[in-house]
C-alpha cells in the first residue's frame, strides 16, 4: 500500500496521527506521512484513518 496526504484538503486535525501514529504525523498545517510505502501490520489503520478524515485528504492505493 502507497499513501499520500491531499494537503489542500487536510485540515489538520489530527485523527490520522492518533489513529495511525506509525504512519502519520502532524506538521505546521497540515498532516505528513512518515511511512509512504506502508507495511502490511498497518494497513489497517490507515484504512481506518482514512474513513475518520473528516475532509478526504487521506489518498492510498493498493
Ligand atoms: S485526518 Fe485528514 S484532515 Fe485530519 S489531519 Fe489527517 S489528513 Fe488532515
Redesign the pocket.
Known amino acids: 500500500m502507497n499513501v499520500r496526504?491531499?494537503k489542500e484538503?487536510?485540515?489538520?486535525?489530527?485523527?490520522?496521527?492518533d489513529i495511525a501514529p506509525e504512519v502519520?504525523t502532524?506538521g505546521e498545517d497540515?498532516?505528513e506521512v512518515v511511512l509512504e510505502d506502508v507495511p502490511p501490520e498497518h494497513e489497517e489503520a490507515v484504512r481506518d484513518?482514512a474513513e475518520?478524515?473528516?475532509?478526504?485528504?487521506?489518498v492510498f492505493s493498493e
Open positions: 496526504i491531499n484538503a487536510c485540515i489538520a486535525c489530527g485523527v490520522c496521527a502519520f502532524m497540515a498532516a484513518a475518520s478524515c473528516p475532509t478526504e485528504a487521506i
